[in-house]
């Protein structure tokens, strides 16, 4: 499996600041990202796909993607208490699409 | 859909017994992979189904470890000899066909005594 290296955490933010999560990935022939969140003692949630450079928004989630720089970011705004959670970064092997995932950010949002 | 099924949710068994555990996809999903997860870690690729063939096997999966998708639908995977480094929990996830995102069920939480 190829290398994805998420930024550290814990990650603690105010409700309604704006969270931003963080991604690399080694193998460049990578073609599909996705963010998952995982709540403790749960399984994965996936909350967002991103297949092209640039920026895609789903309701308060923006995900971000530059393939040149291998890098593919999560930003939550107006965080709210039930964000918080460990969000997984994952990333395609080329030509398969099994997932390769990083060890996750952990998220508090304090009220 | 109804979602990703796994069951048991919960499995505590002694060393050295053998576990199966069961994925049932959501229909008419092609592709079922099995993933493996420790604490504090992202889940680790095991192996995956196109249909009721197994189309790669990670290094992950020992001789021990053995899965199957019968017809192409439901699939279980089982553990022999189980030892306490298999305590993890244990994720399947399908998804439509190899481009489309994949959706995890619950996950089996194993535990080796």
């Known amino acids: 499996q190829k290398e994805v290296e998420q930024n550290s955490g814990p990650l603690s933010v105010p409700e309604g600041a704006i969270a931003s999560l963080n991604c690399t990935y080694s193998?460049?022939?990578?073609?599909?990202f996705f963010w998952y969140r995982q709540y403790s003692g749960k399984s994965p949630e996936l909350i967002m796909s991103?297949?092209?450079?640039g920026d895609k928004e789903d309701g308060r989630f923006t995900a971000q993607l530059n393939k040149a720089s291998q890098y593919v970011s999560l930003l939550i705004r107006d965080s709210q208490p039930s964000d918080s959670a460990t969000y997984l970064c994952?990333?395609?092997?080329?030509?398969?699409?099994?997932?390769?995932f990083g060890a996750g950010t952990t998220v508090t949002v304090r009220a | 859909d109804t979602g990703v099924s796994q069951d048991p949710r919960h499995k505590i068994t002694k060393r050295g017994q053998n576990v199966t555990f069961r994925c049932d996809p959501i229909?008419?999903?092609?592709?079922l992979y099995w993933y493996r997860q420790t604490l504090g870690q992202g889940p680790e690729f095991l192996t995956y189904?196109?249909?009721?063939?197994?189309?790669?096997k990670s290094r992950l999966l020992s001789d021990r470890f053995s899965a199957e998708r019968p017809k192409g639908s439901f699939s279980t995977l089982e553990i022999q000899r189980t030892e306490q480094g298999d305590s993890a929990m244990y994720l399947c996830?399908?998804?439509?066909?190899?481009?489309?995102?994949?959706?995890f069920g619950p996950g089996t939480r194993l535990t080796v005594t």
């Open positions: 996830a399908s998804s439509l066909d190899w481009e489309s995102e994949q959706y």
């Open positions: 193998d460049r022939g990578s073609q599909s």
């Open positions: 991103i297949y092209s450079n």
């Open positions: 994952a990333v395609n092997e080329p030509n398969d699409y099994k997932l390769s």
């Open positions: 229909s008419e999903h092609n592709r």
């Open positions: 189904f196109q249909n009721e063939a197994q189309l790669e």
